[in-house]
């Protein structure tokens, strides 16, 4: 158990709808970032918060967005979803630079 | 450009021998750090072991060890006497030292030991 909780587990869903994915962190930690993994695309850094404010965006579509709450928990909206938005999405913390801890992913199915 | 590369798409162990996982990357960035992580079949990604780009002895943890070679820019995984439960798909990954310290991932190699 690395410490990492993610919220649902899994989410089936439908085309152009919008769906909310919850992040707590380890204990202690300020970062938080989100990735995603399709099996076309492996796995790729969306985006990453700290204490708050946004550090560093990646390849995340404009239909995506998130957000990190005063409680440092994370949420990543994603809207008018489409087929190829399927895929496992993590959440992951760390204390600085040192080695981020990821939680157990939540595996989105787009109908 | 790849950042990562994992050439080795899929390799078979026999139960208690050693196996080496290549990874090789590219940065012009001096302060960077290198990870493995293993992601089993049930998803979960595992954090493995870790190198600093200016650590002068290679990285081990338990029958993990990371043999660092800076010159070749290459980071490969060796698992030491391997066990059933190492059947895992193993990732490589770089941070470079920006200040944002995001991961790029290699493609993966799938480990599948045999008893």
């Known amino acids: 158990d690395s410490g990492v909780t993610q919220t649902p587990k899994h989410l089936i869903t439908a085309t152009g709808q919008r769906v909310t994915l919850r992040c707590s962190p380890r204990s202690g930690d300020l970062s938080v970032y989100w990735y995603q993994q399709s099996l076309d695309q492996g796995l790729q850094f969306l985006i990453q918060y700290y204490n708050g404010e946004e550090r560093a965006k990646g390849n995340i579509l404009e239909r995506f967005s998130a957000q990190q709450f005063p409680d440092l928990h994370s949420e990543l909206n994603l809207s008018s979803l489409e087929l190829g938005d399927s895929a496992l999405y993590f959440c992951?913390?760390?204390?600085?630079?040192?080695?981020?801890?990821f939680g157990p992913g939540t595996r989105l199915t787009v109908l | 450009a790849q950042k990562i590369t994992q050439t080795q798409p899929g390799m078979f162990v026999q139960e208690k021998e050693a196996v080496t996982l290549d990874c090789t990357y590219d940065t012009s960035d001096p302060s960077y750090g290198l990870f493995w992580y293993k992601q089993p079949s049930s998803g979960e990604m595992i954090f493995l072991i870790y190198q600093g780009s200016y650590d002068q002895q290679n990285a081990t943890e338990g029958r993990y060890s990371l043999n660092f070679q800076k010159a070749r820019k290459s980071a490969n995984l060796v698992i030491s006497a391997s066990q059933l439960g190492d059947s895992a798909m193993y990732f490589c990954?770089?941070?470079?030292?920006?200040?944002?310290?995001?991961?790029?991932f290699g493609a993966g190699t799938t480990v599948t030991v045999r008893a």
């Open positions: 990954a770089m941070r470079e030292g920006r200040g944002d310290y995001k991961l790029s």
């Open positions: 992951a913390s760390s204390v600085g630079f040192a080695e981020q801890f």
